[in-house]
């Protein structure tokens, strides 16, 4: 039996995942110009709900019932190690005056908290140094604390995978009458809607419902999907070039995200369905890959760079390509020393889990046929 891993990795979507961060960055290097960097932020969280949905998929296939103790640990070491040992260091560099700041150190409760995207609509301050990007991860760890509660619910409830995209679809458009309610009645800014895990939330479950309905990795039938598969996701990015070209405020913080992850659904199905297209295959490339998989840490540590690089420079590409420099330098440095055993250690916890959901006499049964090839 492969492991979870070993089922559901699939290259492109590194390569996914490098696109996300450079659209992010590439807005952040020029931000005197209007560039969909959010449009970044949106990539990753859709690809997270896809790739959660689709290991918990497994999970339950092979269980009958999904573990929340060992998913919250998994998550703890993926997701909190990274993030704080960047915000300690960001901070401690700040505090000895070799990192630009202005703002209170009060604030990074809520970083330690993952609040801080609510921490910042409720006016109490802004995370030091150039920390203001982990607002996205507090949506995301909100996602990661709910989601898997709802999903063993579905398991535990036997519920057919149309039941769980019906009641997930439901989530997704309540989500986009809240921000019509958000814009058209309260009037609440932009940012609170852009940075709210309550007005954000459905980037996530679209990758989820995708995972659930249209997952070609766990042997769902998909034949007309993949036969049309091009067409429709040029049909997703023509509707992408819509949403970016209409500038109406009200579409923005409205429809505009509903629709980019609508959009987002048949270009991620084409890249996982179709490892062999070319798109894929450019995807899958080594750079692009090795770029993907230091996304997390480059996402962490460039926008504190930026905060001081162009607190004393103006903003050019030569200065973009610095601060690319140097968070390359440190994420790699990251990988190395923190994210590459940390997932050993994760690894182990999945085998292990995969293990307790074998029957105990194929167990047997599998040790002694391999004594038997041995001999």
Not at 28 to 47: E, I, M, Q
Not at 208 to 232: E, K, M, Q
Not at 273 to 290: D, E, F, I, K, Y
Request: aromatic share 16%; net charge positive; charged share 15%.
């Amino acid at each position: 039996m492969a492991t979870p891993a070993g089922r559901t990795y699939i290259p492109a979507l590194d390569g996914m995942r490098a696109l996300a961060f450079l659209l992010v960055f590439i807005a952040h290097s020029f931000p005197y110009r209007d560039l969909p960097g959010g449009f970044g932020v949106t990539v990753f969280f859709f690809l997270s709900g896809y790739l959660i949905t689709t290991l918990l998929r497994v999970e339950a296939s092979q269980a009958s019932a999904i573990s929340l103790k060992q998913f919250y640990l998994r998550r703890i070491l993926r997701i909190f190690p990274p993030c704080y040992v960047t915000v300690i260091v960001v901070c401690t560099l700040a505090r000895l005056g070799l990192i630009y700041n202005t703002e209170s150190y009060r604030s990074l409760v809520a970083a330690f908290l993952y609040f801080s995207n609510y921490w910042n609509i409720l006016g109490w301050g802004n995370l030091p140094a150039g920390l203001g990007v982990l607002w996205s991860l507090a949506v995301e760890e909100h996602y990661y604390l709910l989601y898997p509660l709802l999903y063993a619910w579905f398991v535990r409830k036997s519920l057919s995978r149309s039941r769980q995209a019906f009641i997930l679809g439901g989530l997704c458009f309540a989500a986009l009458v809240w921000r019509i309610i958000r814009a058209a009645v309260f009037h609440s800014p932009w940012a609170n809607i852009y940075e709210g895990t309550d007005t954000r939330f459905d980037a996530i479950l679209f990758g989820c419902l995708l995972a659930i309905l249209f997952n070609p990795r766990l042997g769902d039938s998909v034949d007309w999907l993949t036969r049309h598969a091009r067409p429709l996701a040029l049909a997703g990015m023509a509707l992408l070039l819509l949403t970016f070209a209409w500038r109406n405020p009200f579409f923005r913080d409205t429809f505009r995200y509903t629709l980019q992850s609508l959009a987002l659904a048949p270009i991620f199905f084409y890249v996982t369905a179709n490892h062999s297209s070319r798109v894929s295959r450019l995807l899958a490339l080594g750079p692009m890959r090795w770029v993907g998989q230091l996304s997390y840490s480059l996402y962490l540590i460039h926008h504190a760079l930026f905060h001081h690089f162009y607190h004393y420079h103006r903003p050019s590409l030569a200065v973009a390509v610095i601060v690319l420099i140097l968070s390359i330098a440190y994420a790699q440095t990251m990988r190395w020393v923190v994210e590459l055993p940390l997932q050993k250690a994760r690894a182990r916890l999945r085998w292990t889990e995969t293990e307790k959901g074998l029957d105990h006499r194929t167990m047997h049964v599998g040790a002694d046929a391999a004594k038997g090839a041995a001999a």
